[in-house]
């Protein structure tokens, strides 16, 4: 099974500042021949469903602010915060639908400094 | 706009059933995938089980294999989980949610999550 590694942990970030959250993949979710990464990011914040940010690892969802941005290939994959509002305090997973089960990493807490 | 609203969830205790059903507005489930994610209090997300959009393909997460069953009815654009042989461990917030229809099992659309207590 893949599974994903979220870096950091927990972050704190100024108001107005970028906040940038990793996510590992213990194998490549590049599908070659269609050059597409099987990669979505989620927003969760507490009391809410998760939110579907963006998919195909860069694929921004309808109404999503274009502050968040995705990036990466392969095995190493990006979610960045332009500039951080109040309201982007939240966990931040990244999943794998390529192969086997799909899989979550283990979230990042994004709080505001 | 599309709605999931699950029901269902409940104090159980260990060995025990429950079935969590949810329904769908705004959304015609019979044309997705739809899954069952939960989060364990103090957790992160865990994919529990998908169902393809005519029933005839199910895929379980390895703990629940032989003990959770999916299910569908889209006459009722519904969803289902039968729980059973319940386990402390799989106390967790149960969201229902469609998945994406561009290739991929990712999800798209979430319900509130109904919560499941297993505790004697």
């Known amino acids: 099974d893949i599974v994903m590694t979220q870096s950091p942990d927990s972050l704190a970030v100024s108001l107005g500042e970028r906040a940038t959250i990793n996510c590992k993949s213990s194998?490549?979710?590049?599908?070659?021949?269609?050059?597409?990464?099987?990669l979505a990011w989620y927003q969760h914040k507490p009391g809410q469903p998760p939110k579907l940010l963006i998919n195909?690892?860069?694929t921004r969802e309808s109404g999503v602010p274009d502050r968040f941005s995705g990036s990466g290939s392969g095995t190493d994959f990006t979610l960045t915060i332009s500039s951080l509002q109040a309201e982007d305090v939240a966990v931040y997973y990244c999943?794998?639908?390529?192969?086997?089960?799909?899989?979550f990493g283990q979230g990042t807490k994004l709080e505001i400094k | 706009e599309v709605h999931l609203v699950e029901s269902g969830g409940g104090l159980v205790q260990p060995g025990g059933s429950l079935r969590l059903s949810c329904a769908a507005s705004?959304?015609?489930?019979?044309?997705?995938?739809m899954s069952w994610v939960r989060q364990a209090p103090g957790k992160g997300l865990e994919w529990v089980a998908n169902?393809?959009?005519?029933?005839?393909?199910?895929y379980y997460e390895d703990s629940v294999k032989g003990r959770f069953t999916i299910s569908r009815d889209n006459a009722k654009n519904s969803l289902y989980l039968q729980m059973n042989s319940l386990r402390a461990e799989d106390t967790a917030v149960f969201y229902c949610?469609?998945?994406?229809?561009?290739?991929?099992?990712?999800?798209?659309?979430w319900g509130q999550g109904t919560l499941v207590t297993v505790s004697s």
């Open positions: 949610a469609s998945v994406g229809n561009s290739g991929g099992i990712y999800f798209q659309y």
């Open positions: 195909w690892a860069s």
């Open positions: 169902i393809k959009q005519d029933g005839s393909e199910k």
């Open positions: 705004g959304l015609t489930v019979s044309s997705y995938w």
């Open positions: 999943q794998q639908f390529y192969y086997g089960p799909v899989a």
């Open positions: 194998q490549s979710v590049l599908y070659s021949s269609k050059n597409k990464n099987y």
